[in-house]
């Protein structure tokens, strides 16, 4: 048995494969290694802490039983991310629900600068009373059109902002083609902008 160290610097991929092999060791690792970004993403997509303590179990669950079909060399993150979404899709399902996206938490800018306005309406710490109030009221207006947001344009919204994954990732998460993929982000964003410039949110 190896040490924890030594586990610790292997690759994704590489505890994976050991995992594969019989290591049930790297398992453990590899769940540690996900456990505060994964469930960070789900807590985002579905709203709701309860149910994505249970789809981040679920998710690698999946993971122990589909093991076998991982193809060796695989980057394994997004394939993470898209039994992931799948889960939290089919826990959706099984409630009823849409997801509720929380804006709370910094966006991660990749280099879009379409979100600027929006970075700096949801970073508003350190503002006087009033400031913080209207930064409030206008956050949720923000929030509320994001939650009207079709679930195809959410999906690309947290998959690119929140999780900070290249559009090829978000890709081959949501199966649909890298054009597809930037078509729904430009569009989600161009909505959000719509939101942001719109005088109700300029009024103070």
Same mark, same amino acid.
Not at 16 to 21: I, K, P, V, W
Not at 29 to 43: A, M, Q, T
């Given at each position: 048995m190896q040490s924890d160290d030594a586990?610790?610097?292997c690759s994704d991929e590489e505890l994976?494969?050991?995992?594969?092999?019989?290591q049930a060791e790297t398992f453990g690792?590899?769940?540690? /290694?996900?456990?505060?970004?994964?469930?960070?993403?789900?807590?985002r997509y579905l709203g709701d802490g309860t149910l994505a303590e249970d789809v981040f179990q679920n998710t690698f669950l999946q993971v122990y039983v589909k093991s076998?079909?991982?193809?060796?060399?695989?980057?394994?993150?997004?394939?993470?991310?898209?039994?992931?979404?799948?889960?939290?899709?089919?826990?959706?399902?099984?409630?009823g629900r849409h997801q509720a996206v929380s804006l709370d938490e910094t966006w991660n800018e990749s280099g879009e600068g379409e979100?600027?306005?929006?970075l700096e309406?949801?970073?508003?710490?350190?503002?006087?009373?009033?400031?913080? *109030?209207?930064?409030?009221? /206008?956050?949720?207006?923000v929030r509320a059109s994001v939650e009207k947001l079709p679930d195809f344009l959410k999906q690309v919204l947290l998959?690119?902002?929140?999780q900070g994954l290249k559009y090829r990732e978000i890709a081959d998460?949501?199966?649909?083609?890298?054009?597809?993929?930037?078509?729904?982000?430009? *569009?989600?964003?161009?909505?959000l902008q719509e939101v942001w410039a719109s005088p109700s949110l300029n009024e103070v």
């Open positions: 586990l610790n610097r994976l494969d050991r995992f594969r092999q019989g690792v590899l769940v540690r /290694r996900y456990e505060r970004e994964l469930y960070g993403y789900l807590r076998g079909q991982y193809e060796s060399g695989r980057p394994v993150r997004p394939w993470l991310y898209t039994i992931a979404t799948h889960q939290a899709i089919d826990a959706m399902r099984r409630n979100v600027a306005g929006l309406l949801l970073q508003s710490r350190g503002a006087s009373p009033v400031e913080a *109030a209207t930064a409030k009221e /206008r956050q949720e207006q998959l690119a902002y929140y998460i949501l199966e649909i083609p890298v054009g597809t993929v930037k078509s729904r982000l430009h *569009a989600a964003l161009v909505k």
